[in-house]
């Protein structure tokens, strides 16, 4: 959907900008999914940011080339903020990055984030009083940056829009677009891309696998929930 602008340019429409904001060890389907997704916005220009112009690994090793850095990106319509356990764990301290994420989404018309990205835009104290949700590992933690969790794929409060974990990120792009340019849009592009989810097990959700999830949390999640815990305090929300 394209805007009406404002004064200057006589009411002519204008992309709408859409921005990623990616770092080192973001999760690839974080990003990749609802950077597919999104692609299907009309009038709508994309914006993968970094820190600099050099490929940002991700946490599956592959390379993601960004094509503006926090000094050359445009104001942002919608900014998304991708997670990553690892990843997100080290822009929670990350000063700079904090900062262009509070900047952008000052003017932007819709502030999101999916997986544990939920918890950058926290330290950037843009979840107070809000609804949200997280990757299921994690969403306890969201009171700590002043969200209440709402356990959902996808959780709109306001402008602000909150995925859960990972492929999350495709219904989140899919309820964004319905939500600017229609639901009709939002049809066609589920369907151009065969969005018609039969996974071959029934342990998408922690409550249908308890087994498994205590072992993932053991493993793998631990760990991070203790990181994110002492720089969220350090952040002093």
Avoid at 21 to 49: A, E, K, R
Wanted: charged share 20%; proline share 6%.
């Amino acid at each position: 959907m394209a805007y009406q602008a404002d004064g200057a340019n006589g009411g002519k429409e204008m992309a709408f900008n859409v921005g990623f904001v990616i770092f080192p060890d973001v999760t690839q389907l974080d990003f990749t999914g609802p950077l597919q997704v999104l692609s299907g916005l009309p009038q709508s220009t994309t914006y993968i940011v970094a820190k600099s112009m050099l490929p940002v690994v991700s946490d599956c090793r592959l390379g993601l080339v960004p094509t503006h850095t926090f000094e050359s990106c445009p104001p942002l319509d919608l900014i998304c903020i991708p997670g990553g356990s690892e990843g997100v764990a080290g822009v929670l301290n990350d000063g700079e990055t904090i900062t262009f994420v509070r900047q952008q989404a000052a003017s932007a018309k819709y502030v999101t984030s999916v997986c544990t990205g939920a918890f950058v835009l926290g330290v950037a104290g843009l979840l107070k009083g809000r609804r949200a949700t997280s990757h299921w590992a994690y969403a306890d933690l969201l009171p700590l940056v002043g969200a209440t969790h709402e356990k959902a794929r996808v959780v709109i409060d306001g402008n602000v829009i909150t995925a859960g974990g990972v492929t999350s990120g495709i219904d989140f792009g899919l309820a964004v677009i319905a939500e600017i340019a229609g639901e009709s849009t939002a049809r066609r592009v589920q369907l151009g891309m065969e969005y018609d989810p039969a996974p071959p097990f029934d342990s998408g959700n922690p409550e249908k696998a308890p087994a498994l999830r205590s072992e993932l949390m053991s493993a793998r999640y631990d760990k991070f929930r203790s990181i994110y815990r002492a720089r969220i305090e350090a952040a002093r929300l």
